[in-house]
Structures are given as C-alpha cells and as structure tokens.
C-alpha cells in the first residue's frame, strides 16, 4: 500500500494512527531497499507521517469551555505558531520546496461566468477595469415594488429595492442539453445557469466535453434553495417540479449529461458556500478522489424574500450600494450571479499542456464556532484560518500583493476582516503599504452563494491583464479600521500590478458564510518559464507610465499585452511553417451552425492573427477541444484571410474552394477516380454523441476508399502541399463533415512543431425565455387536487404533435411534423421516466385517459398514441352528455372518462380489443413490476 492510499485509509477511519505510523515505516523501508541510487524514500515517508500525526492534534478530541466572548486581536504581531505543522517546507532547500509546493498545486484550467451587467468575461472585466456600478433596482419583470418601503419598521417590506441583476437568468437553450421545455420551465434557473456554465468552462479550457465520460471529474456547487417553487402553482407539484428545485440535482445536472463519475456535491455554507466549493474541490484532486473538478457557485433571487428577511435582520443597505471599507458602510446589496472554474492537479495540467489561469497554492476552512452570536463573524477565527494555510503550504504573506476580501461593505463587519488579515501578515512580515485590498461587491453586489467564485475570477482576470481594478464607492476610511501601520492599501484606481524581477504574481480571496463557515485560497500566477516572467515584467515596465486618467488604457498598452500573450501562447515554438489547415465547426442544427460561424469570424476579425503557428492553434483548438456534433461544416486555409473568406463564404451560402458540407461529395468541383483511402470503414461513428445525433444515413468511409477527390479549385490551395498530403486534407474533411471520426491528433506527429490550444469563444447557445409561466397561488402540499377536466380535442394527432415537441421526443419545435417517423416506439425517440411520468399526467388531465407506464416504456408510439386519443373523443362526442348528467344525478364518485357504462364498453376493454393493450388486470401487475424495477 502506498503513502497516499495509507493516508485516505486513515482519513477513512478504517485503521488507526498507530497502524498508519507503522505501515508507513514498513513502505519507507521496502523502497530504501529498493532504490538503486543513493537517495531513499525514507524522508518523503518521514514527512508523511508527520503530516499524518500532525493532521490530528490531541487537542481536537479534546472538549474545553470556551468563552462565550471573543478575545480583541492585538494589534502588534503575534509569534511564529511553535510546533510542528500539518506541511514542513525546507526553505533552506529551494528545490526539495519547490516540489513539495508544485505536489500540493492546483491549476485553474478554465472559467466562466455571468454577472450583473456582464454575460461574458470580457465584459466582466471591462466593468471592473472601469470602475463601473453595476446595481439597479429590480426590474418589473422579476418581481413588483409592492415588497418596498422606505421605513425599516414596515412588517413584509424591504427597505432596499436594489440588486445587483442577472439581466438573462430566464434565457436557456433547453435542446442543447437534450431537456424539454416543459422541464426546462420548472427548472430552477439556477440548475440551468450552472449546467450551463460548466459546459463554458469545459469549452474554455479546450476540452471536448463528450470525452470526459467515464471519467473522474468532480463537481462541487456552492448553492441555496430560492424560492422558483412559490411561482409554479400546481404545476410544481409534479416529478419536474421535484427535481427542479433540489439543490442536490443542480451539481447534477452536468455529471448525468456528461456521465461524469467524480464526487458530485451541493455545498451550502451560505455566503462561502462557493469558496468551500473551491476548496473542497482541491482537496477532492489532492487525494484522488478527482482527476479533474468543476467547482464555483450560483445564485438567483427569483422572488422578494431574501430582501425582506435581511432587511429586518438589518444587513442591507439603504443606499443600494456596497460601500466597503468606507465610512459610509451601512450594509449590502443582494446580487445575483454564476461562477465555475475548472480545476486540476498542477503536474496533469503541465503534462497535458492544458492553458493555465493561475495556480491555487493554498486554501483552508474553518468554523467560528461559539461567538457573540450565531451570525456574528469570528476575527480570531479568520485570523487563524489564514495563519494555517500560510503554515501548511509555505506561503510568505510578503508575497501576497493582493486580497480580494470579503468586504461586504458593513460597519463592523470589514474592520473585523482588516484586522484579522493583519494580524496573520504580521505574524511573517514587518512589510507595509505593499497589499491592495478589495471587494468585487462594490460593483456587483453580494451574489451570496456565489460571492467566492466571483472573488476567484476576478483575481484571475487581474492576473491576465496584469492590472489592479478598483474598489469603488471608496471615500474616507471606516473609522474602526486602521492601515497606517498595516500591509494594506485600499486600490481605488486601476493600476499596473507590478511585482519584484521574477516574482510572480500572488492573491488571496477569503469568504465568510454568515453561518460561520470560513474559507481562504491563496492563487499565483502561472509563468511557466523565468523567460516569460522576464518578458512579462518588461511589458509592464515599459508600459506602467500609460496608464492614463479615467481608468483607460492607452492603445500601446494594448498592443504590447496582446504581443507578451501572443508570445506566451506560442511558447516561443514559430518556425516560420505554413500549410492547409481543416477547420471544423459544428453545431445541433443548421441555425446553431451559422450563429457559430458567425460569432467566429466576428471574433477571429477583433484578434487579427496573421502567426502561421497561431493559425495551426486555431484549427487544432476547433478539432480537438471542440464538441462534435450533428451538422457540420469544414473550411480549408493556410492564413487567417482564407478562413474569413471561407467562413463568409459559407454564411453567405456561397459556393467557396475553401468551404467543404455534405453537399460537396457530388459537386462538380470534385472528380473520382479509383484509390485506396487512408481511412478504414469503422472510422464513421453512425450512433449519437451527447449532442445531437450523427446522420443514420451519412456514407461510411468504405465509400469514399474507392475514389480519390481531384481538386479544381485554386491552385493556391494547393501550394506548399505535396499531392498525397492534399488528398489526405481533403480525405479527411470530407470524413468529418459527413459524421466521421478523425483521429486529429495522429494528424501533427510528423509536424515539425506541436500546436497548443487557444482559448477560443465557445458554441453561442440559443437564447430563450423560460420562466414559470403559473400564479404564483399559494400551493400547500395537503391542498386538495382538482379532479381533472377532459376535453373532446378535434384534432388528437396535434395534441400528440404539440405534447411530444413541448418534450422534445422525436421533434423539436422548430422542426417539421413530417420528420417524424410515428410507427417508432417513444422509448426509441428519447423517452425516460421523468418524461414519460409527465406525459402520463398531461394525457390524464387533458384526457382522462390513463396511458400506463408500461405502456410508455414498453412499445408504445405516436401512432397508436394518436389512436387511442381519437377513440376517446369519439366516444366522449356520443355520450358526453349523457355521461355527464347521469354522474350529476346518481352523485357517485366515479371517474366519467374511464367508465363509460351506458351502452358503452368499458374503456379499458375498448383499449384491450382494438389496440392490443392490457385491461385493470394485467395493468395492475405490470404496473407491480415496473415499481419494483
């Protein structure tokens, strides 16, 4: 057993610390003898043991009285904690530090987010390098000003009518992610911004989102119930409305779309719950439980009540704005929000060569435990957690030029965070006036649940850009703070973030739950050279004094950033190589394809790349990070200007040399002739993928391995290509275009230098309004439900039609009824349980019908669905009447529209004989059995 598999044994509880102790020294042993050179293992195992001893203090299993007062923290610095520490890092030998550091090292590989006033992380970050507020009051269309009044003291109102706003938290694309509309509207919007946003993520980072499945990707979401249930009426009472207000679904939403088998967990720690996130995350990849994670936090305020509550715990600001660290601190401002990074071990990102945002070198959490109150914040405690993740990952504080605080903007609340923080720098440093601190909640609002992940992206955006943003609405310092004497600033202007020659860049976050729960991560910046930090250091050198009034970067500024990028991206491998690339995109359907190549080619035009090794990036980026899906398009270029020609022309429906579809396998423009193709026939994928579904008819490359595509377009296509390399380019477009699998990678082992990812805007999702549509009626679980009321619909073949698209089986709304085939089983046409029980409810109310689940499950299709309908309303045409004024009069309770007995046979009977489904009998013991599976 090894030192790692040893410790999670022991955090497992299944053996003891006197029998983790021995087995480690047995394995220290077993490698010394082992070793063939000089050096042993036995200091590696030796620093896991005391890791492991020092983990678990004597003093935790120890109960004392603590004092229901918390002591003031001194403002002289506090001694070195004595003792040994949970990490011991020998910083007399830089090397053996280095490694244990990089060993614990978190790389953040991708992000994304959407904030108040800000749906992508460009806008984002203009609004923080700007200063800009983003609160507004909250708009009519989420709920009325009937909860406001001014006078705190009114019962049921808020004296605060402002929010940081999530102006698109209704807007999903419900087909994307293979979910009906009608399960998308009775999903809370926060499931779907966090689904969402993951799958950005993945896309942000280059990875193909289909080839995790099976994997042990982790998911952990800071989030909290809201109050999207109160709104559905009677229609949340229902399997959708079940699953789509748990908290315990929204993690899982992406784990079940992508088959991910990593720790899936719902984190509510409140106000932290986001960081802890994070921070569990990392513990989750350092014990390998996770080979990767998708860690952050979302929130949404969909009704009043998270205003009033805190309004008469008095917490908000009257203001409507965040004032931290001022004087004029007086509360905050709800915000709403979703944030996910996407995280992996430091030593795997460096070994897939995965792009890199910054690195977590330490994190922490902790509890208040007992204070002056259950929601009052803890300074010692804060203090304490930060000391232990400096101790624990050898942090020097002096390196740390940044906090992003959780600087909610209250009057006790921030001189309690700034003192803490002084306490625990001071303990290692004598340093001052060299830390700037912050709060994103100045431009943005607290987004609670979310708050950390939003910390976390802005310091990682500081780091791209190289720049301090400021903290706003920043006048005169709080009275009860003090920095004169301290490390800090408070950073009120946009400013080059300078570091010491070679140094990089470091931040804190921390994030504070109002439950007690305490989180702190310290992140740097990711150089993966001393020459890069070189050349970094010398851009900004050159460029500090550009900085001009108004928070505005000059132009040169600009350019000399994007220059050190560009550098850093091609990692310094440009040979001057040029060639044909295949650029593939990919989208659901036709529509999705053309908005996609359209925001391409609008953003490969803002870049302007003209590097030969820049243009290999994109086209490797677009096959191997990019998810296949059903339609498809290729263009062929060599430069930048071939692909916009290319990509205009295809969304100009142009006919291009440059652009291959489906069609191009019989165009003119290509002639055949006999010769052996480079691919095999099991080459074409003809199932589906996780979105969409390759075309059951596309032809297999058995077609194409007699003939070979002679190329009448121009010959500049065809320059610096030998005419075997030129047929297999074209070979291989074809294959994908028409729903193949290309091996893209094994298609640069002979290029003389290897292309690296770019991080490229992902696929443009189709922007919908899906919000509860219901009264938001006051529903109590034991209200009595309404008998349901059928109706002789004229046409049932519509009912189908309309019920199936509102599911998404078999079509979309978007698609023609004739693309259905009615004779296939709706199990075949993405039928599931959760689907087929709402169908089930749908047809009973609007019917009286009873369709069983074993029917749904097992066979049942559109046509005979159809049948059944039709029989229904013919039946009802006659006797409805009859039917009717006979229930009246006899006052049974029986339900009319299944028992029918007035010259009529029974329905269940009428079902039996026509269409060959089971009567009560055999209903009720299939239905047994299909419980019981």
């Known amino acids: 057993m090894n030192a790692q598999a040893i410790l999670r044994s022991l955090q497992e509880g299944n053996i003891s610390l006197a029998e983790a102790k021995h087995r480690l020294s047995e394995a220290s042993r077993q490698e010394q003898r082992l070793a063939e050179g000089p050096v042993s293992a036995q200091d590696a195992r030796q620093d896991l043991s005391q890791e492991i001893q020092d983990s678990i203090p004597e003093s935790k299993w120890l ?291 995965d792009l890199i945002y910054g690195v977590i070198r330490g994190w922490g959490v902790n509890q208040d435990g007992r204070t002056n109150g259950i929601t009052a914040p803890s300074g010692q405690s804060q203090s304490e957690l930060e000391r232990d993740v400096y101790e624990r990952f050898g942090i020097d504080p002096e390196s740390i030029t940044m906090v992003e605080t959780h600087g909610t903007g209250t009057r006790l609340g921030d001189p309690i965070e700034v003192e803490a923080l002084t306490a625990a720098f001071q303990t290692y440093t004598q340093k001052k006036g060299y830390c700037a601190l912050g709060s994103v909640k100045s431009n943005i609002g607290h987004l609670l649940t979310a708050a950390g992940a939003a910390g976390v992206i802005k310091v990682l955006l500081s780091m791209q850009h190289k720049l301090l943003p400021p903290t706003i609405h920043f006048e005169a310092l709080n009275d009860h703070i003090t920095l004169s004497e301290s490390p800090f600033y408070v950073n009120t202007q946009l400013r080059p973030w300078n570091t010491a020659a070679s140094a990089p860049r470091r931040a804190a976050v921390s994030s504070f739950g109002f439950s007690g729960t305490n989180a702190h991560l310290v992140i740097e910046e990711y150089v993966s050279s001393a020459q890069e930090i070189a050349c970094s250091t010398q851009v900004l050198s050159q460029v500090a004094t550009q900085v001009v009034a108004g928070n505005v970067l000059s132009s040169s500024h600009v350019a000399a950033m994007n220059a050190a990028d560009a550098r850093r991206s091609t990692n310094a491998r440009n040979d001057g190589s040029v060639g044909q690339y295949v650029f593939p995109l990919s989208a659901p359907d036709a529509d999705g394809l053309i908005r996609y190549a359209n925001m391409l080619r609008k953003w490969i035009s803002s870049k302007g790349y003209d590097n030969p090794e820049l243009v290999k990036s994109l086209a490797y980026t677009l096959q191997t990070g990019r998810e296949p899906m059903k339609e498809r398009v290729v263009i062929i270029a060599a430069h930048v200007s071939d692909l916009l020609l290319g990509l205009e022309s295809y969304l100009n429906n142009q006919t291009s040399p440059h652009v291959i579809t489906k069609r191009h396998v019989s165009d003119t423009s290509l002639a055949t002739a006999d010769t052996p193709n480079v691919y095999t026939s099991d080459a074409l994928n003809t199932g589906t993928n996780s979105i969409g579904s390759y075309p059951t008819a596309a032809p297999t490359f058995a077609a194409y391995s007699k003939t070979s595509l002679h190329w009448q377009g121009p010959q500049s296509l065809r320059d610096g290509l ?212």
């Open 63 to 353: 109960h004392k009285q603590v004092s229901t007062t918390e002591p003031k923290l001194e403002r002289e610095p506090s001694p070195r904690p004595s003792g040994p520490t949970r990490d011991s890092y020998d910083e007399s030998n830089d090397e053996a530090a280095r490694l244990k550091r990089d060993s614990d090292a978190i790389a953040i590989i991708g992000m994304s987010g959407q904030f108040p006033q800000a749906n992508t992380m460009e806008q984002f970050w203009s609004n923080l390098a700007e200063g800009r507020d983003c609160i507004s009051e909250v708009p009519a269309d989420r709920w009325d000003m009937s909860f406001y009044d001014a006078d705190p003291k009114t019962p049921g109102k808020s004296y605060s009518k402002w929010m940081g706003v999530l102006e698109e938290a209704d807007q999903f694309d419900p087909h994307f992610f293979q979910l009906s509309p009608a399960e998308a509207e009775l999903m809370d919007p926060q499931q779907r911004l966090f689904l969402e946003h993951c799958w950005r993520s993945l896309e942000d980072a280059g990875i193909a989102p289909s080839s995790l499945a099976g994997s042990r990707c982790g998911v952990f979401a800071g989030c909290s119930v809201n109050d999207y249930d109160h709104l559905m009426g009677n229609e949340g009472m229902s399997a959708y409305g079940l699953v789509g207000r748990s908290i315990a679904i929204l993690p899982a939403r992406i784990s079940y779309f992508l088959n991910l088998k990593g720790p899936c967990l719902a984190i509510d720690t409140s106000c932290s719950a986001s960081l802890v996130a994070i921070a569990e995350a990392c513990n989750s990849l350092k014990l390998g439980d996770s080979d990767l994670a998708l860690a952050g936090g979302v929130c949404v305020l969909t009704n009043p009540a998270m205003h009033i509550m805190t309004s008469k715990a008095g917490m908000l600001s009257p203001d409507g704005r965040c004032f931290t660290f001022d004087n004029r601190a007086n509360g905050f401002v709800p915000g709403e929000g979703v944030g996910v990074i996407l995280l992996k071990r430091l030593a795997d990102a460096v070994r897939d060569e």
């Open 722 to 933: 030998p005419p075997n390399d030129f047929k297999h380019l074209i070979d291989v477009a074809n294959t994908w275009v028409n729903g193949g699998i290309v091996p893209w990678r094994e298609q640069y082992t002979n290029s003389s230098s290897s292309p690296v990812r770019l991080r490229l805007p992902g696929y443009p999702l189709r922007k919908e309004r899906y919000w509860v549509r219901y009264a938001s009626a006051d529903v109590a679980p034991t209200q009595q439900i309404q008998a349901p009321t059928h109706h002789a619909y004229t046409d049932a073949r519509t009912y189908v039609y309309e019920l199936l698209a509102r599911h998404s089986i078999g079509i979309q709304s978007n698609q023609s009824v004739n693309s259905l085939d009615e004779g296939l089983p709706f199990i075949q046409l993405g039928l599931d349980s959760l689907v087929a029980i709402h169908i089930q409810n749908m047809i009973m109310k609007d019917f009286g019908l009873e369709v069983t689940m074993v029917q749904l499950m097992d066979g049942l299709n559109t046509r005979e669905l159809i049948q059944l309908l039709e029989g229904v309303n013919h039946e009802l045409a006659i006797k409805q009447t009859e039917a009717v004024a006979s229930e009246h009069s006899s006052g049974a309770e029986r339900r009319q529209w299944l028992d029918i007995e007035h010259n009529v046979p029974r329905m269940d009977q009428m079902k039996q004989r026509e269409y060959g489904v089971p009567g009560q009998k055999e209903k009720k013991q299939d239905e047994a059995v299909w419980m019981e599976l």
